[in-house]
């Protein structure tokens, strides 16, 4: 039988210290495999550097998915953060001042949807960020003037730190700065779940009940999650928009929403890890899969997604932890 | 005011028209979303694909007939026959195979598992119907237009819309309160809706009854898509696009609402073809728009019942 209601759950208990030495170790042997494969197989880099960006959004999706509560509207921060990129490129080129005001916008705009969003929960609240995410890819594909449309627009020349390097110079760069963000915001989410207000979004998820009575306002709680997991989302956003180097509504649609959330199963909710597992499989099988059946890739994804669900609910990083702790026991 | 209805009397007019006809297309769809969500309690992401995949199918086998020499008249058959196809060939496989596995888990789960089984569809129509536009539109020629009097001028409207469309939809509204309230199966329908544990307390077969609701609500998707088939030309993203204008007319209306999901179609549909012919930018945004204002005012939908939650 494929099992019991909390399944895309985290959070079996293991003794933190082994568990957190395991994670640590995983991710700087993590880290250090991706910069190998980005030298060994140049090309590779470019895909790279997308999956760690839409791991970095994958996080914010984490974040909610551990209040049991899932977005079909995140795409619409990542969107935000690209389309801010591709708006002031021209006139402020700057990356390391791009990227921080893509993530502010994102915030912004996170809390302003948030306050309303946090009031419903389950079906609605997916729902609901997915509407507000339509009326975002609505608007970028209709105001032709501001937009260009489903043409989308091509990102003017970015300097970094004043500096505009070659092109392969600028590759490494992208590279350096998601994996760099990556492990910021890796560690960031990892000590906020910790912490009581992170603790709380579980009690979301369980009773919430439980936690008003506690005297824990579930909405601040959920406010707080979905700010900074549009802030993610955001930061994502403008790296994504940065190695792409052309933004397209398409971004903000209802469908990559839906990849972002097949991502964070797929790697696992159990670990700030999973996301970036998730990203850079989901990358990986996308790449090969569209090369050998450019027809079929979506239904290929579909499956894996069904599959992951009904018999993998761990995820990647499940697979991995539960290997490792069996060596290690 | 009444210089602005003389300069824009007609293009109300046609809106209304059009509106009508839209609201019937996406009724059929919103409410077998509805059904569905009422016994399994899963939001159906997939239903659009479902929706597109009778659209496709409709036009295709309209095709046929006509290539086969049958009678103009025939095309409706094939309609009606694409839909039931659609839901008898996708709908059991559906519910016993990947469904049924996933009653009462998390809702988040439920959702992404309905999400993969539209990911799956859309390609599998994509690897069948291919991206060109599929068009077959000889069932709305065959009865050709009539002139809708409105005030001193005519608008010439396409009878299939005018009439088949909503006629239809009214149709399928009035059946199916008959058959929910009345009929044995509607009733067992309605009972493992309002409580499926006590229903089947009373010796129901719940398992059968989700199987033929899930059936059912499929081949509903897939006859508003053989519907809509002759007013367009299909392409990909059909699906996409259904299942969140369907999911909005369902949440204005309250889940497990049938006949409210009636009014809020009206709703929508008529707001929508409003902006068509007056803000085209905002076409799309809506039935978003409302909503969003039905939901801030009333989290359950204009006709749904608050939930108490559970402690």
Redesign the interface.
């Known amino acids: 039988m494929?099992g019991?209601?909390?399944?895309?759950g985290a959070g079996r208990l293991a003794p933190p210290g082994s568990r957190h030495r395991l994670e640590l170790a995983l991710a700087i042997g993590g880290a250090l495999a991706l910069i190998l494969v980005a030298w060994a197989v140049p090309w590779l880099r470019f895909i790279l550097t997308i999956a760690l960006a839409k791991g970095i959004a994958v996080l914010g999706i984490l974040l909610l998915?551990r209040a049991?509560?899932?977005s079909?509207g995140h795409a619409m921060f990542l969107a935000t953060g690209a389309y801010t990129v591709a708006f002031l490129a021209p006139s402020v080129p700057e990356v390391l001042i791009l990227v921080p005001l893509g993530g502010a916008i994102a915030l912004g705009l996170g809390l302003v949807v948030g306050l309303?969003v946090v009031?419903?929960r389950?079906?609605?609240f997916?729902?609901?960020n997915?509407?507000?995410s339509?009326?975002l890819?609505?608007?970028l594909?209709?105001?032709y003037a501001l937009t260009k449309g489903t043409d989308g627009i091509r990102v003017a020349r970015l300097t970094f730190a004043g500096t505009e390097p070659p092109r392969e110079t600028q590759e490494w760069l992208m590279f350096g700065l998601a994996l760099g963000l990556a492990l910021v915001f890796g560690l960031l989410v990892r000590a906020y779940l910790a912490s009581p207000m992170g603790q709380a979004l579980k009690g979301i998820k369980t009773?919430?009940?439980r936690l008003e009575f506690m005297g824990v306002p579930a909405r601040h709680v959920l406010l707080f999650a979905y700010g900074f997991s549009a802030l993610m989302g955001g930061v994502g956003g403008t790296l994504v928009a940065m190695t792409s180097r052309h933004v397209t509504p398409l971004l903000a649609?209802?469908?990559s929403s839906?990849e972002l959330?097949?991502i964070a199963?797929l790697g696992g909710a159990g670990s700030a890890l999973g996301p970036f597992l998730g990203a850079t499989a989901f990358e990986l099988v996308r790449v090969y899969a569209a090369a050998a059946v450019a027809?079929?890739?979506?239904?290929i994804?579909?499956?894996v997604?069904?599959a992951v669900?009904?018999f993998a609910p761990g995820g990647v990083w499940g697979i991995l932890s539960a290997r490792l702790k069996g060596r290690a026991a | 005011m009444t210089e602005w209805f003389t300069e824009n009397g007609l293009l109300l007019g046609l809106a209304v028209l059009d509106g009508l006809a839209y609201a019937g297309l996406v009724f059929l769809v919103a409410v077998g979303l509805n059904l569905v969500f009422g016994v399994l309690r899963i939001v159906n992401v997939a239903h659009g694909s479902l929706f597109a995949i009778g659209a496709y199918a409709a036009a295709s086998l309209g095709l046929f007939f006509a290539a086969r020499g049958l009678p103009a008249w025939a095309g409706y058959a094939a309609l009606l026959l694409a839909a039931a196809l659609v839901g008898l060939i996708l709908g059991p496989p559906i519910e016993r195979l990947v469904l049924r596995r996933i009653y009462g888990h998390e809702e988040s789960l439920q959702l992404l598992v309905t999400f993969a089984l539209f990911m799956i569809l859309e390609d599998v129509q994509k690897l069948i119907w291919g991206v060109q536009p599929v068009s077959n539109d000889g069932p709305m020629k065959l009865l050709g237009t009539v002139d809708v009097p409105f005030g001193e001028d005519v608008i010439p409207f396409t009878a299939y819309q005018l009439f088949v469309l909503p006629g239809l939809a009214l149709l399928t509204l009035l059946a199916l309160a008959w058959f929910l309230r009345r009929t044995l199966t509607g009733r067992v329908i309605l009972a493992v809706t309002t409580d499926k544990e006590a229903a089947m307390a009373m010796g129901i077969d719940a398992t059968r009854v989700t199987l033929l609701t899930f059936t059912f609500g499929a081949a509903l998707a897939a006859l508003g898509g053989a519907l809509a088939s002759p007013t367009t030309a299909l392409v990909p993203g059909v699906g996409a696009q259904t299942i969140v204008l369907s999911f909005a007319v369902v949440a204005t209306a309250g889940l497990g609402q049938i006949e409210g999901a009636a009014v809020s179609a009206l709703l929508i549909g008529l707001g929508r073809s409003a902006a068509v012919y007056f803000a085209p930018e905002f076409e799309v945004v809506v039935p978003y728009i409302i909503m969003v204002a039905v939901l801030l005012v009333r989290p359950q939908g204009l006709f749904g019942v608050p939930e108490t939650r559970r402690v």
């Open positions: 494929s019991q209601a909390s399944r895309t998915l049991g509560q899932v079909f309303f009031r419903y389950d079906i609605f997916g729902m609901l997915l509407a507000l339509m009326v890819y609505s608007l594909e209709k105001l009773r919430e009940t649609y209802w469908t839906g959330v097949f199963i027809d079929a890739w979506q239904m994804l579909g499956a997604l069904l669900i009904l």
